[in-house]
DNA sequence: GATACGTGGGC
DNA sequence: TGCCCAAGTAT
């Protein structure tokens, strides 16, 4: 019990898969490298995120970080700004743990085993797969959600993509098809043609590749694959954001080690019901550095919304005096706070401030 | 296996 | 506007 079957010419699709990845590819930065470091770099921050926004983000990355003992070496908050924007932090953080086990177990040599390379922070099977076959042409199965979308509708797969188990079938296909000539091309040409060509909607069939090799394209059912629940709606909490401010500086909080927005600095906040009034939120607060915050003002208002859940977030600018702050907090100036990592809510905060002037 | 974990673009 | 998505992994 498969969940499926190949009634495809194995050699023949191979072939055009592959030419055609030759032919009309990307040129794209981590195209432009063999060092196995930075095509896990790319592999890392391409999770579950556009290419066009990746680019950008790699090539200052690569830069900042050339080797992988310049990563392994390097600052946890000036990692984390580098990566500020881009998403899932903990894809840094773990991506650094995981070069600084290869520097100090394998020597710095990116390991080429799917055993050995899966043990590493943040690497899971489809980048393991993706860097033994990109970076060192191993036929390795390299299973997204692109390859998932065209196999499905070539091998007529009905099986729901959402659940986690159905990505064995097709690490089971692509093991199947894979090019033992040209894994690399084979891997990359087929999320290539997901990216291009066999997109979620409007899939371009009439320039595909492979369409004389596509089940469902003969039987004009691409419309109706991928099978995909829904994932189901996250839940909304409200907040209090404030700038408490003294003098020429601002209260700034770093996070906890884990969880959401893992280490990444914001300004205070608190659990408080949306509009609470500017009174009660200077007695929160004050009760709280066992200290005086006064002159509350509230500034903004936003939603922010995560993959999972929704943050309200009304935000003030305070006052604050013969403030008792703890470990996790510090006094920041203009210059300071530009070199913090922060994440979308206090993007949307300090855009606020600015207008005012305020920062 | 279900849920946590970000962001910006497209329709 | 709101929903879906985009080269997934950890727990």
């Not at 995909?228 to 404030?242: C, I, S």
């Amino acid at each position: 019990m498969e969940g499926f079957t190949i009634n495809i010419e194995k050699k023949q699709f191979q072939n055009d898969l592959v030419n055609w990845f030759h032919e009309e590819k990307r040129d794209l930065p981590w195209r432009r490298t063999a060092d196995p470091y930075q095509i896990w770099i790319s592999e890392i921050m391409l999770q579950q995120t556009r290419v066009d926004t990746v680019i950008p983000y790699y090539k200052r990355f690569v830069e900042r970080f050339p080797t992988l003992r310049d990563l392994a070496n390097a600052d946890e908050e000036i990692l984390l700004k580098q990566w500020e924007g881009l998403g899932y932090y903990s894809r840094a953080r773990n991506l650094q743990a995981g070069v600084k086990e290869v520097a100090e177990k394998y020597g710095g040599k990116v390991p080429d085993s799917r055993k050995e390379i899966s043990a590493l922070k943040g690497v899971g099977p489809y980048t393991a797969g993706a860097v033994l076959s990109i970076a060192y042409g191993l036929p390795e199965h390299a299973v997204d959600g692109n390859v998932m979308r065209v196999l499905s509708r070539i091998l007529l797969i009905d099986e729901d993509i959402a659940k986690p188990k159905t990505r064995k079938v097709f690490e089971e296909a692509v093991t199947e098809l894979i090019s033992h000539e040209d894994p690399s091309a084979f891997n990359q040409g087929l999320m290539e043609l997901g990216a291009l060509i066999c997109t979620p909607t409007s899939p371009k069939c009439l320039l595909c590749p492979v369409r004389e090799h596509c089940a469902a394209f003969h039987e004009g059912r691409q419309n109706e694959l991928p099978v995909k629940t829904k994932a189901k709606a996250g839940k909304a909490v409200d907040y209090a954001m404030v700038a408490i401010r003294s003098g020429e500086s601002l209260l700034m909080e770093k996070r906890p080690s884990k969880g959401l927005l893992a280490n990444m600095w914001q300004f205070p906040m608190a659990e408080l019901p949306a509009s609470t009034e500017t009174a009660e939120v200077e007695e929160l607060l004050s009760e709280q550095f066992k200290g005086t915050v006064e002159n509350a003002e509230k500034i903004t208002s936003f939603k922010h919304v995560f993959s999972h859940l929704t943050w309200n977030v009304d935000g003030f600018i305070a006052e604050g005096k013969d403030l008792q702050i703890p470990e996790n907090m510090k006094w920041v100036n203009a210059a300071e706070m530009e070199l913090l990592p922060i994440a979308g809510p206090v993007q949307k905060m300090k855009t606020a401030l600015k207008s005012r002037g305020d920062v």
